[in-house]
Nanobody, 125 residues
Framework: QVPLVESGGGSVQTGGSLRLSCIAS????????LAWFRQGPGKEREGVAG????????YYADSVKERFTISRDSAKNTLYLQMDSLIPEDTGMYYC??????????????????WGQGTQVTVSS
């Protein structure tokens, strides 16, 4: 497991933007699946965006496509989530997650063994 620390959450109005960051003590040289999840009030946790470090192939939930962008800076051991055109439905606690790649295709149903403590995002109308 790798300790993960998120930051960048906050309160914005509809249409605003935020950039979340997730810093790891180290991601190492092995390929990993990295992802952002969120849990809104009264909702189950859901995957938002993910990336496979071996190819930087990204995947997104349909609800955030064209609005959110996942990226990473391997030199800084940091994963980012750029969130634009935010809407109230994006409100929730956002978590980053990571796991060593063990085969198959990175996705939201992949097993993630490392999780951050979360950062709150609130979007008001």
């Amino acid at each position: 497991q790798v300790p993960l620390v998120e930051s960048g959450g906050g309160s914005v109005q509809t249409g605003g933007s935020l950039r979340l960051s997730c810093i790891a003590s180290e991601y190492g040289t092995k390929n990993r699946c990295l992802a952002w999840f969120r849990q809104g009030p009264g909702k189950e946790r859901e995957g938002v965006a993910g990336i496979f470090t071996g190819s930087d192939r990204a995947y997104y939930a349909d609800s955030v496509k064209e609005r959110f962008t996942i990226s990473r800076d391997s030199a800084k051991n940091t994963l980012y989530l750029q969130m634009d055109s935010l809407i109230p439905e994006d409100t929730g606690m956002y978590y980053c997650a990571a796991n060593l790649y063990y085969g198959g295709t990175c996705s939201f149903t992949y097993t993630y063994s490392s999780w951050g403590q979360g950062t709150q995002v609130t979007v008001s109308s």
